[in-house]
Structure formats: C-alpha cells, structure tokens
Nanobody, 114 residues
Framework: QVQLVESGGGLVQAGGSLRLSCAAS????????MGWYRQAPGKQRELVAG???????NYADSVKGRFIISRDNAKNTVYLQMNSLKPEDTGVYYC????????WGQGTQVTVSS
C-alpha cells in the first residue's frame, strides 16, 4: 500500500510561481513512474507532467517551457515547479505514482487569478 501526501497549492496571481510536492510512503521498494495531473472545473483530469525513475520527463503541450517536474528517489518525492502561471492553470492538482497499480493523492487546489 502506498500513501501520497501533497502540498504546495494555493492562490497566486498570473505570472507567479508555485511549487508542489508529493511524498510517497508505505512499503515501497522502488517507484518507477510518478506524475502530476490536474482537473479544472467541468473538465476531465489530464496529465500535466510525468517522470520516470531514471529522470525521463514528459509534459503536456500547454505547460512545456513553464513547468518543471523533478523527483528525489531517496525520499520517494516528486515535485512540480510551476512558473509563469496562467488563469487556465487553475484546477485541482493530483499526484500519481504507479507501483503495481496506480495510486492517487488527495489533490491540492491551485488557483491563478488574472
């Protein structure tokens, strides 16, 4: 069983920055894929960024050049540095890891005001 605890969401003005963190705990040996998803009001959940244990990353086109995903394997923690935030980045951000199956965090609200 894996537990995920997210932190770092909040309210920020357009053009600002936020950093999200997600720490995984439990009986964990090695987590491969870790990622961040978001869900805006009235929309489906979408992948924002993903990262493998080896550091290979992928991003949604809408965040490329603005967001950076990283991880600390020793701490089983994944981060999302969000820069140049836009109002359309508003939503609930969820951390997800794949460890036998997919696990999800509780979500953290990110609100970007114009």
């Amino acid at each position: 069983q894996v537990q995920l605890v997210e932190s770092g969401g909040g309210l920020v003005q357009a053009g600002g920055s936020l950093r999200l963190s997600c720490a995984a705990s439990g009986s964990i040996l090695s987590i491969n894929a870790m990622g961040w998803y978001r869900q805006a009001p009235g929309k489906q959940r979408e992948l924002v960024a993903g990262i493998t244990r080896g550091g290979i990353t992928n991003y949604a086109d809408s965040v490329k050049g603005r967001f950076i995903i990283s991880r600390d394997n020793a701490k089983n923690t994944v981060y999302l540095q969000m820069n140049s935030l836009k109002p359309e980045d508003t939503g609930v951000y969820y951390c997800s890891v794949h460890y036998g199956r997919d696990y999800w965090g509780q979500g953290t609200q990110v609100t970007v005001s114009s």
